[in-house]
């Protein structure tokens, strides 16, 4: 009777087990080492960081326009708009909803203060704000005919309104920029960096869903356009909104991602000296797989 061979046994081994987990591991301690470097930035670093980051999403909010004026889909302006975290990703540029993951990880493994975190977050958004206001507002002067495309936009940010439909959209974009985060932290290769900042920012514009800095940008273009709303319905959206996007950042994605690292790991960051240089460590299994090439064939 032929039977199946184990090869093909669904059940992980536990070598992939162990690959799995030092993978997590190596994002982790990557992560801590990130969120170190940005919270140690000196404030006109900071602050210049935070203004290019608006700069870019300000790219996409007007390639999101031009293309939904000339084509009138707004499918086609929510891809338009990945440019603008095309632009975040390869001139590392900044927004404050990435700051959900990176600055946090170096508090929990007790390498960074809290009130570092709120310097960063409060510098980033505030600089964030100010390019994206800006270059909306030259958006709206260089192509008059984009007005209409920009009021429409931000109105769907006011007319969902201070209440559970615009917390819930608020907690699905906090979500997603911080799984965004995670997903290049895990990566080395800028391909996979940009499929993942493409991707979460196409679900971001082609949702509507409520981004703080995203949504912003957009209604700033609105306001420019003369828009029947002021700063004062901006502010109360864009507050509500960004603290949805803090819970759903840290409790969507955060909480959970290191409950998945472990506390092992975790209590290793701990206890390992800030500032001292991490050993050269191989991929995952790549020992293992050495070890099975050097060894020896059988003679049959």
Do not use: C
């Not at 707004?74 to 590392?92: H, P």
């Not at 700051?99 to 007790?110: E, I, K």
């Amino acid at each position: 009777m032929i039977t199946r061979s184990n090869v093909d046994d669904p059940i992980p081994s536990a070598r992939e087990h162990d690959e799995v987990d030092e993978a997590l591991r190596q994002t982790f301690s990557r992560t801590v080492d990130e969120g170190r470097r940005r919270l140690a930035r000196t404030w006109p670093a900071l602050l210049a960081t935070g203004a290019v980051g608006g700069l870019d999403v300000g790219a996409g909010v007007f390639g999101l326009l031009v293309v939904e004026w000339r084509s009138g889909s707004e499918l086609l302006g929510a891809l338009a708009f990945t440019i603008g975290f095309v632009a975040l990703t390869l001139a590392r540029s900044e927004l404050f909803t990435e700051g959900f993951l990176v600055p946090v990880a170096p508090v929990v493994a007790r390498q960074a203060r809290i009130r570092d975190v709120l310097r960063l977050w409060g510098g980033t958004a505030g600089t964030n704000l100010l390019g994206g206001w800006v270059i909306t507002g030259l958006s709206v002067a260089a192509v008059p005919g984009v007005r209409a495309t920009a009021i429409h936009a931000g109105m769907h940010y006011t007319s969902m309104g201070i209440g559970w439909r615009s917390f819930a959209s608020g907690l699905l974009g906090g979500g997603a920029i911080t799984l965004m985060t995670w997903m290049q932290n895990s990566n080395e290769s800028i391909a996979s960096k940009l499929v993942a900042a493409i991707s979460v920012a196409f679900l971001l514009a082609a949702g509507g869903l409520n981004h703080a800095i995203v949504a912003s940008l957009l209604m700033f273009a609105a306001i420019h356009a003369h828009a029947p709303f002021g700063y004062a319905d901006w502010a109360g959206a864009a507050s509500w909104a960004a603290l949805a996007n803090i819970v759903g950042g840290l409790g969507l994605v955060t909480v959970l991602r290191l409950v998945q690292i472990g506390r092992e790991a975790v209590e290793e960051e701990r206890h390992r000296p800030v500032g001292e240089p991490r050993e050269a460590t191989e991929p995952a299994g790549s020992a293992t797989q050495a070890e099975d090439h050097a060894a020896p064939r059988s003679s049959e």
